[in-house]
Each structure stands twice: as structure tokens, then as C-alpha cells.
């Protein structure tokens, strides 16, 4: 999991965890397992596979800095741990962006959950 600064916006934090509360989840499970972030801090949650296509210089293609620049402008990003990992913290997880993406598909529905990027949910 890469090692990062929590947002300190309080505003930007309410707003998540009243989103949380509202759907019933206990405080203490939403501080063990859920953080506010913006920036660019999300792409090292989601853009981490080491099957990302990148660039001789290691960088992201443009197209994927284009497809996911919407996270910049924040979400909350939420992990567990593996039970079938001694109970580590996974680096899977789900980001819901504040301003989701149009689903190319779908042209009236937004993609609500981001999740990493070419990568399955079990390591």
C-alpha cells in the first residue's frame, strides 16, 4: 500500500462520512477502513498493475492520465484486511470518486466505483 498524507480538509472528510453514516456503517469501521483523498495520491491506488501499459520513461499513457483524471478532484478510497492473508492490509480496494465518470457504453450512466485498474480483486 503506497504510504501517504490523509487529506485535512475537514469539509472534504465530513462530506464522506456522512455519506457512510447515512448508510448505517459504524464510525469505527469507516475510521479503520476508509480515507478521503484527492490529487494526485488516487492514481497510486488504482493505477498500479504492473499490466498498465506505460511508456519507455515508466510513465502512464496519456490516455489512462485522461480516463482517470476525474479523481483528482477527490473520493473516498476504501480497503480491508485478508483473511486468507493473516489478516494484511489488502491493496485492492474500491475508490468512489466525488465527480464520476460517463460510461463510454452507457452514455447516461456514471460509473460510480472506481476499482484498480487491470488488476482482479483477489492477490
Known amino acids: 500500500m503506497p504510504a ?14 456522512q455519506e457512510w453514516l447515512d448508510s448505517g456503517v459504524n464510525r469505527a469501521i469507516y475510521d479503520l477502513n476508509v480515507t478521503s483523498m484527492r490529487g494526485t495520491i ?14 519507455n520513461d515508466g510513465r ?14 477527490g473520493g473516498w478510497w476504501c480497503n480491508g484486511v ?21 460510461d463510454r457504453q452507457k452514455i ?3 460509473i460510480k466505483y472506481e476499482h484498480p485498474y487491470r488488476e482482479g480483486a483477489i492477490r
Open 108 to 110: 447516461h450512466k456514471f
Open 4 to 17: 501517504f498524507a490523509p487529506d485535512k480538509d475537514d469539509d472534504f472528510q465530513d462530506k464522506h462520512l
Open 42 to 55: 488516487p492514481y497510486q491506488f488504482l493505477l498500479y498493475s504492473p499490466k498498465i501499459s506505460r511508456r
Open 82 to 102: 485478508d483473511p486468507l492473508n493473516d489478516y494484511k492490509l489488502m491493496t485492492w480496494g474500491c475508490f468512489k470518486p466525488d465527480h464520476p465518470r460517463r
Open 60 to 73: 502512464l499513457r496519456d490516455h489512462d492520465l485522461r480516463k482517470y483524471s476525474h479523481i483528482e478532484h
